[in-house]
């Protein structure tokens, strides 16, 4: 049965991400008391959730400050019923330049938020893992029992979160969820990601600056992994279990190009730069997900065809593309 969300008592860690404020605008529209953990910073800016909410908002909390922090995260889930822990530093080509960041934040954060569950008697814990601890994959679809391999600073950073949660739920029967979404995309989303990036320079430009083309990609609607989400928490046999959110099928990087120039600007041209490719042994080949125990333990499939999602995030970011900027690298 479907959670009744009014009132209860939310926590959203990494609130003022991309997945992450999308996730907490569904959580406050179902009626759900929700703190909002949003990394710190002088000017107050709550990344994504800016401008979407205002201060009167009466079923939103927007709490400043750092996962690494163990007691800033004590204070933030000390009266939480639930709590969903997406708060990570995500970039994979600035994990080759700042690993030590990349520990600090997802490790022990991640084992910050798991004590701080743990001694709060939290009803349920949702951790976000991501695709890209699976490496290349050695068969596909890929399934939860594929093995893990740390291709980059980031995905070793990940596969030691997830191990720690994993080891909460182990060790002090801690009920936590991890969810593997593979690659997320839709508004909002920042041109660290490849379809922003894509679109962007379509947008701007005639010229569309790529890494390689060659990469396979498992895309889904960001809607679509919200949901997952919130079955993660309302389904009391994920409990203790890995599930992987993705579509199920795959397109190269070059496909994905064509995709959206054709919707944006049929007459550009895609230039690979040699500073854009990730090192041969970190470049993951191929993702593309075996989402059977999403549909079996969650109910879970995803609704949204990449084609309506690349529409739909085209037209979000031709209205925003003052926030964008095309011509730099995000790394």
């Given at each position: ?73 004590r ?13 990570a ?17 997802n ?7 798991m ?24 068969y ?26 994993e080891?909460?739920?182990c060790s ?16 909002r ?33 960001v ?79 995803p ?29």
């Amino acid at each position: 049965m479907p959670m009744k969300w009014e009132e209860r008592r939310v926590l959203v860690t990494g609130a003022g991400g991309f997945i992450g404020s999308h996730l907490t605008e569904e959580l406050v529209a179902r009626g759900a008391d929700v703190t909002a953990f949003v990394h710190y910073n002088a000017r107050n800016d709550w990344g994504m959730l800016e401008g979407r909410f205002g201060p009167e908002q009466e079923r939103l909390t927007v709490v400043p400050g750092d996962v690494t922090d163990g007691n800033a995260v004590r204070k933030a889930i000390e009266d939480r019923e639930i709590v969903f822990h997406l708060a990570a530093l995500i970039g994979i080509p600035y994990s080759y330049v700042a690993p030590e960041s990349y520990v600090n934040t997802n490790v022990k954060g991640t084992l910050n938020v798991m004590e701080a569950c743990r001694m709060a008697g939290v009803e349920r814990v949702v951790h976000t893992s991501t695709s890209e601890v699976y490496g290349t994959a050695r068969y596909t679809p890929i399934d939860e029992g594929h093995p893990l391999q740390g291709q980059s600073p980031y995905s070793a950073s990940k596969i030691g979160a997830d191990k720690i949660a994993e080891s909460y739920f182990c060790s002090f029967g801690l009920p936590v969820a991890t969810l593997r979404p593979f690659n997320t995309f839709g508004p909002r989303q920042s041109t660290r990601a490849v379809i922003p990036t894509i679109i962007t320079q379509a947008l701007t430009s005639k010229t569309v600056r790529l890494g390689s083309l060659d990469p396979v990609r498992d895309l889904t609607y960001v809607s679509d992994t919200v949901r997952a989400f919130i079955r993660m928490a309302e389904s009391h046999d994920a409990i203790g279990q890995t599930i992987n959110a993705g579509r199920g099928s795959g397109v190269t990087i070059g496909e994905l190009a064509e995709m959206i120039l054709a919707q944006v600007n049929p007459d550009a041209t895609v230039l690979c730069e040699d500073h854009r490719v990730r090192p041969e042994k970190s470049e993951v080949r191929v993702l593309v997900c075996d989402n059977t125990r999403a549909a079996d333990v969650l109910g879970w499939r995803p609704g949204v065809s990449l084609e309506d999602g690349l529409a739909r995030t085209i037209d979000w970011m031709r209205d925003h593309i003052a926030g964008y900027k095309p011509g730099v690298y995000t790394v």
